[in-house]
Structures are given as C-alpha cells and as structure tokens.
Nanobody, 112 residues
C-alpha cells in the first residue's frame, strides 16, 4: 500500500534550520508532484511548497518564500524541505502529501 513517512522534525531556536524528509513507497514516486503542508494548533492545514515530478518547477507559500526550499531525489523516493531562518510562527506539524495520500506528520517547534 502507499506510504509516506516524514522525518527530521524537532525543536529549534528562532533563526535555526531543519531539513525534513519524506520517503514514499507503494507507488511510482517519480510520476507525481509532491507537496509539503503544515498545520499549526487551532489553524487550518496550509500548503507550504510543491515540486513537480522531475523537480523543474517549485512553488511556495508567501510566508516561506526565500527561507524554505523543496527538493526531491527520485532515485531515493524522497522529497525534502530545507527550512532556514525559522520563526516561531513556523511551529506546526508538517505533512508530506501526493494525490490523496498523506504522511503521518512530523512536529516542528521553533522556540527559544
């Protein structure tokens, strides 16, 4: 069956960096656009970044442009989210998604 497994979350101070990873299995990873979403407490889930099948096109939410970078390695069935200059408002559970499938999420907490 389809699985998306995120990792790399944790606690980081403001201004710090984290890199999230999402490994996909059970489907042809390279054939699908991949997305990162996040959901903060009491807020709706929001789209953070999208990458096309071979990585030629990326899109970002305005709130993360210039700080986050999405990338993928189709040979490893993995999509990444490099997060720099993190702010407390980036605190959320981050989810990997493709088509109708979601990962379980990884918690990112930005706090001093």
């Amino acid at each position: 069956q389809v699985q998306l497994v995120e990792s790399g979350g944790g606690l980081v101070q403001p201004g710090g960096s984290l890199r999230l990873s999402c490994v996909g299995s059970g489907f042809t990873f390279s054939a699908f656009n991949m997305n990162w979403y996040r959901q903060a407490p009491g807020k709706e889930r929001e789209l953070v970044a999208t990458i096309s099948t071979i990585g030629g096109r990326t899109n970002y939410a305005d709130s993360v442009k210039g700080r986050f970078t999405i990338s993928r390695d189709n040979a490893k069935n993995t999509v990444y989210l490099q997060m720099n200059s993190l702010k407390p408002e980036d605190t959320a559970v981050y989810y990997c998604k493709t088509v109708i499938w979601w990962g379980q999420g990884t918690q990112v907490t930005v706090s001093s």
